[in-house]
């Protein structure tokens, strides 16, 4: 009895051995991640690594991704796993093309919401109300969606000037941008040229602080405003989910709905909502891209709603998490947008070893050798790469997001925290 | 036994019904009649060669469905077919493009190399789930877009037919790679399907494999461990089916399965001979479409496979009375849709209904569970 219970005990101290770090794990990875890439971008030259405009075209390709993966956590907060994503983003693509060359971008912008939403809307009534498989329903969604799109736009763009079965006549009017006043040289009430502190330090090239004022300039200089909108959507979310009344009860639909029920709070309304919002954001994720496109295409979405899921995964389910997630997906994205993407590859991958090298010593200091041994292992693969090739291909970098999430999957295990009933069918009366 | 078959073919039934409301609701939209619509998709299926076509065209979908339906029997979706038997696809097309040997060792060869490399993919997502917990939706889903990378890779960099730089394809197959028609055997027994009518000749293949499948899950004892295992994992491990090998095995086996999804249109459809551009690469999708309609069932998939072949061909008739082909889509999704809502609903009434039945039939249960102890 005895011998049995010290086993366990001996094990968790075990884990406290060695150096613990103050403060949350999560910031010190964010600043070991800086630190990483300022390094890289000192050793390889690049400068164009952490350049404003490669940044800007980052958020951009991260904005889509970013939404995708919101929508999927106010799902999976309430209950309900939601594969069909990508269906409903392609749903928030036809109607956004569609309105915001009818009216004008800001009702693309509320189309492609109501567009998703109705993709949310079905899979709600699909697996709340009878308790189908999410992962079916979900898939069922992907089937259907393409071939509502299609027939939508079949009936809508074709003959119109510009328009076809495969896109949208362009949307009529712009979006609008953004600047700061002040900090990044934006107009402040008639003052024309107010100064730009950020986009002048972005430009001394000191280590880690230009760096940082060139993602800060990238923020807040000339961002679309939907882009703005999607930054709001995160810190609203944040607030909603675990500061307000709605958030807890949302979140309880997803981790403990016979508790939820036990206290009045109607689980059945809470994961519908939970559906229709994350359907809205799938929707506005397509939207995005309407806007960014200034049209829909067939197509469009190539599988970032399925992006957006990844994020959710390796963002542990919470929306920083996912933020930094489509960040990093972001870049891969869009890097094929800039001058040179194999070099910034090379860079990014540079990057990677460095960071590594942080987690080895961390490893070691906690007296983990096994994390640390497979830590050396890939960064030694990642410093050869760097070494070694002089370009990257395409397909490699287009494949990049995807095996960096089946890595951090991977290599999680138990740290791994979904809701806790995510995707399990739940009936009135149901013990879980 | 009435009651077995009312539940085995109402939802089906009534999934159809709604698939037809739902598309032709939507032929309304567009502004045409759906008696038009129906007509001419009718009028489309109607005659030996589009029989002959329907056929070739469920082929390799029911290869496809026997792939996913093996890891659906333990609750494992294979969402990777699709990454899994293109992959397979190519490098079976590459490897049989550049050897020479008698036609049934190289048709033997290309298979083998199909299963091979389809086991191979799935066993990234076995292993993972495995060993580290890894959620195959998650994994196979990341798979597959590694894979259509990894594809485009390998066809522009070293598989490409050096005969034709412009065009991303393998090389041609020779004949000795690829399945006679089955033409002449059913000529011999005086059926002629006219002139430029060819019934590909992997269809042997694919019932060969209904037929394995259906022996493997009934009539084996890796089958038994399968269905308990799906059906009850708490009393499989009790009875000693170690899960992890369990799934290992089924992935492996679903992903060997998936690789030769491909296979029947590389080498018995004249169309390609060939990997390249015009190769399907969703087939894994509608496979897991018909695994879910025909509810993993040997004949029922081969049904769904049959309805799902004929909507496609039926509703190329649709742009000859100017609506919108898009409805066999939308025809196919909302089957879909609503046969999986269907299932549930008749699962859960005759769950209620077995209930009301136990309870009736063994009156003092209630009395004796609400007794003080």
Known sequence: ?432 | MNRRLLTTFAAPALAAVAAIVVSSVAVLVAGESPATAFKAMWSQIDSTESIVLIVNRAVPYYVAGVAVAIGFKMNLFNIGANGQYVLAALLAAAAGAAVDLPAPIHVAMIMGIAVVVGATWAAIPALLKAYRGVNEVISTIMLNYVATNLIAYLLAEHFRNPDQPNIRETRVLPESARLPSLNSLFEAIGFDFGPGVVLHGFLPVAIVLGIGYHVLLNRSRFGFNLRVSGENPTAARAAGISPRRMIIVTLIMSGAIAGLIGIGPLIADPQFYKYGDQFPVSYGFIGLSLALLGRNHPVGMAAAALVWATIERATQALSFVDIPQEIGIILQGSFLLSAIIAYEIVRRLSADAETRAASRETPGTRTIAEAPA
């Open chain 1, 1 to 432: 009895m005895s011998a049995t219970a010290t086993v366990p005990v001996q094990d968790a101290r075990e884990e406290r051995r060695g150096l613990r770090l103050p403060g949350p794990i999560a910031l010190w990875v964010v600043a070991a991640a800086s630190v990483a890439i300022s390094l890289a971008r000192e050793i390889s030259n690049n400068d164009d690594l952490t350049s404003a405009n490669t940044f800007g075209v980052a958020i951009r390709t991260a904005a889509p991704i970013a939404l995708a993966g919101l929508g999927g956590l106010y799902a999976e907060r309430s209950g309900t796993i939601n594969i069909g994503l990508e269906g409903m983003m392609i749903m928030g693509t036809v109607f956004a093309g569609w309105w915001a060359w009818e009216y004008n971008p800001w009702m693309g912008v509320l189309g492609g919401v109501i567009g998703g939403a109705l993709g949310g809307l079905v899979h709600a009534f699909a697996t709340v109300t009878f308790g189908v498989n999410h992962i079916v329903s979900g898939f069922a969604i992907n089937i259907l969606a393409p071939g509502v799109a299609r027939f939508m736009a079949n009936l809508l763009f074709e003959g119109e000037s510009g328009g076809s079965v495969t896109n949208s006549p362009g949307a009529s009017g712009e979006i609008g941008v953004f600047t700061m006043p002040v900090l990044s040289g934006g107009p402040l009430l008639g003052w024309k040229d107010t100064p730009d502190p950020l986009g002048s330090l972005a430009d001394r090239q000191w280590f880690l602080v230009s760096d940082i004022a060139s993602l800060l300039k990238a923020l807040t200089t000339e961002l679309r405003l939907d882009l703005v909108l999607v930054i709001v959507l995160f810190v609203a979310s944040v607030y909603v989910l675990w500061r307000t009344r709605f958030g807890l009860r949302l979140r309880s639909a997803g981790e403990r709905p016979s508790a939820a029920d036990s206290l009045g709070v109607s689980v059945v309304f809470y994961r519908y909502v939970g559906m229709l919002i994350s359907g809205g954001l799938a929707g506005m994720a397509g939207s995005v891209l309407v806007i960014g496109a200034n049209r829909y295409s067939q197509g469009q979405t190539g599988g970032r709603g399925f992006l957006g899921l990844a994020t959710l995964v390796v963002g542990n389910w919470r929306p920083a998490g996912v933020a930094a997630g489509a960040g990093l997906f972001g870049f891969f994205d869009g890097i094929t947008q800039r001058i040179d993407p194999g070099q910034l590859i090379l860079a990014a991958i540079l990057a990677a070893a460095i960071l590594l090298a942080f987690g080895i010593v961390y490893s070691v200091m906690q007296l983990r050798p096994g994390p640390a041994l497979l830590m050396a292992i890939g960064g030694a693969v990642l410093l050869w790469v760097y070494l070694t090739i002089d370009d990257i291909r395409s397909e490699f970098v287009f494949m990049a997001p995807f095996v960096v999430t089946l890595i951090v999957v991977a290599s999680r295990g138990q740290a791994s925290r979904p809701p806790a009933q995510a995707g399990i069918p739940w009936r009135k009366g149901s013990q879980n």
